[in-house]
């Protein structure tokens, strides 16, 4: 049975510092895996997808990782901004499956001025 | 281009009560999918529509149940209501080519509180 940890549970870091995101699974037989963001209370934002052949994307300050075969992946924040405050959550499609997501807690990010 | 859309935004139901809440996909996607978050927790996924079937189904027991329509949008529908049931409710869309390797696009979410 696929399962997604991620740590730290919560992170409070002051700004302008880089930071690192960590989420482990512990079956590598995935399709992709996803990072979102989510607000107190809010939906879902995709930030990354990493497909399984892949072994990074970049989007502006955001780099993701992923090594399959160790069951790891990290998402990178530079230069973290009061406006990154929200929880992360690490999501992964589980090989054999029609696309679903098996998700982590999430990571709770504070970013202090 | 429109987003995920859901409705209603909140809903208070009680104990032993039914609800049905609404999904309307991406423009362009076919295929719908509904979670719940409970406080502090991952989303958990519930089970996911394409051509207007069930294709997949988590550990949720039968009193979840959904539709989907000819137009993709979808709908959940909870019986007998238990204050477990209290949660955040998402529906995510994607398109179904390439089968699994698409990105899965939010909802805001309804929020369900059971008294």
């Known amino acids: 049975k696929q399962e997604v940890t991620q740590i730290p549970a919560a992170l409070s870091v002051p700004e302008g510092e880089n930071l690192v995101l960590n989420c482990s699974f512990t079956?590598?037989?995935?399709?992709?895996l996803q990072w979102f963001r989510q607000d107190p209370g809010k939906g879902l934002t995709s930030l990354l997808l990493?497909?399984?052949?892949?072994r990074e994307q970049t989007s502006g300050r955001l780099n993701a990782s992923l090594d399959k075969s160790s069951g790891r992946s990290t998402l990178y924040i530079a230069a973290s901004q009061p406006g990154d405050s929200a929880t992360y959550l690490c999501a992964v499609s589980p090989g054999g499956s029609q696309g679903n997501l098996i998700f982590g807690k999430g990571t709770k990010l504070s970013v202090k001025p | 281009d429109a987003g995920v859309t859901q409705s209603p935004t909140h809903l208070i139901k009680t104990r032993g009560q039914q609800v049905t809440l609404r999904c309307s996909p991406k423009?362009?996607?076919?295929?719908v999918s509904w979670y719940q978050q409970a406080l502090g927790q991952g989303p958990q996924f519930i089970f996911q529509?394409?051509?207007?079937?069930?294709?997949q189904r988590g550990n949720f027991p039968d009193r979840f149940s959904g539709h989907q329509f000819p137009n993709y949008s979808s709908e959940l529908n909870v019986n007998a209501l238990l204050l477990g049931d209290s949660a955040l409710y998402l529906c995510?869309?994607?398109?179904?080519?390439?089968?699994?390797?698409?990105?899965?696009?939010f909802g805001p979410g309804t929020r369900l509180t059971v008294l």
């Open positions: 990493i497909q399984s052949s892949q």
């Open positions: 423009s362009g996607h076919d295929t």
């Open positions: 079956d590598s037989a995935i399709y992709n």
């Open positions: 529509y394409y051509e207007e079937e069930e294709r």
């Open positions: 995510a869309s994607r398109l179904l080519l390439g089968y699994a390797y698409n990105e899965q696009f």
